[in-house]
């Protein structure tokens, strides 16, 4: 496997001490398994002492995991057995849980490479020219129209694209704002 679990569990010490999923209850189901299966791993004084509800639970897990880190190889095992059997998504995301299924079968687990999204490669300065470009061409045609018909046809291009309920409502509004206007002879 590569590291011993002594080495494994100093190097997931600061990953399970900062996990907010290890809760109150769950360190304690992890203190009562390493109590009562492996009482030589820790004796019922140390149990007690661990599960002191007056003292925050990342202190307490902080302070189990210096304790069996202190009692050797062994200790450190039977933690991480504990820990699968009760928590497992968290037994899964340990860093060195995630080295070890990454380094044992790279085909089964790929390899995940973070990508830059990039649509081009000009850059912001040739995006932002381009926006513009199209924003002061919105402009241009939204005022060049409202001195003709009032901006009402903008509406009736727009429904175009959408459903037919919506696409009613907005060429009745266009037919009757070109009717106000005079554009359209009334019935």
């Not at 002492?49 to 990342?58: A, I, Q």
């Not at 830059?116 to 060049?144: D, H, K, Q, T, W």
């Not at 509406?155 to 005079?182: C, D, F, H, P």
Request: aromatic letters at 10%; a neutral charge; glycine letters at 6%.
């Amino acid at each position: 496997m590569g590291d011993s679990f002594h080495e494994q569990l100093k190097e997931d010490s600061a990953f399970l001490k900062a996990d907010r999923r290890l809760d109150t209850e769950l360190v304690d189901k992890l203190i009562l398994q390493l109590n009562r299966i492996y009482p030589q791993i820790l004796t019922d004084k140390e149990a007690t002492k661990f599960r002191n509800l007056d003292v925050p639970t990342s202190v307490r897990l902080g302070e189990l995991l210096t304790n069996l880190q202190g009692k050797g190889e062994e200790a450190c095992r039977e933690f991480y057995r504990a820990l699968h059997l009760h928590v497992e998504e968290v037994y899964h995301s340990l860093p060195t849980r995630l080295r070890l299924r990454d380094t044992l079968d790279p085909l089964a687990y790929p390899r995940v490479y973070p990508q830059r999204y990039v649509l081009n490669e000009r850059g912001p300065l040739f995006f932002l020219g381009c926006f513009s470009v199209a924003v002061g061409m919105a402009i241009l045609y939204y005022y060049s129209e409202t001195k003709v018909t009032g901006g009402s046809r903008a509406l009736g291009m727009a429904a175009l694209g959408l459903k037919r309920k919506a696409q009613e409502v907005l060429i009745w509004y266009t037919e009757e704002s070109l009717m106000n206007k005079g554009v359209i002879p009334s019935h």
